[in-house]
């Protein structure tokens, strides 16, 4: 979840390279491949959280308190990949309401 994670963190300099890669046209793709990423990285914490879980109900948790932590994460990353698609589909359906 480092991608979603750094989304407040990036400096003024990084938006600036990464408005200056947009404008040349790699934008598109830069976009696809950060999404791809996310959506990876999400799925990857759902496991671990379904990992966790198993390993409550077998009992084999050794550290309850990471357990409950990788549970967490994954609803809140879960939680953060519905509000982004929600807004995808909403401004979608925005450009698809106007007129040309």
Do not use: C, P, W
């Given at each position: 979840?480092?991608?979603?994670?750094?989304?407040?963190?990036?400096?003024?300099?990084?938006?600036?390279?990464?408005?200056?890669?947009v404008?040349?046209?790699?934008?598109?793709?830069?976009?696809?491949?950060?999404?791809?990423?996310?959506?990876?990285?999400?799925?990857?914490?759902?496991?671990?959280?379904?990992?966790?879980?198993?390993?409550?109900?077998?009992g084999?948790?050794?550290?309850?308190?990471?357990?409950?932590?990788?549970?967490?994460?994954?609803?809140?990353?879960?939680?953060?990949?519905?509000?982004?698609?929600?807004?995808?589909?909403?401004?979608?359906?925005?450009?698809?309401?106007?007129?040309?």
């Amino acid at each position: 979840m480092s991608n979603i994670n750094n989304i407040s963190g990036a400096s003024t300099a990084d938006l600036l390279k990464q408005k200056s890669a947009v404008e040349k046209g790699g934008g598109g793709e830069a976009f696809a491949e950060q999404l791809k990423s996310a959506i990876n990285e999400v799925n990857d914490i759902q496991q671990d959280s379904e990992k966790a879980i198993a390993d409550l109900a077998t009992g084999q948790v050794k550290d309850l308190h990471q357990a409950a932590l990788a549970i967490g994460k994954a609803e809140t990353s879960m939680k953060l990949m519905l509000e982004i698609r929600n807004k995808a589909l909403n401004a979608y359906k925005e450009i698809g309401r106007t007129q040309l």
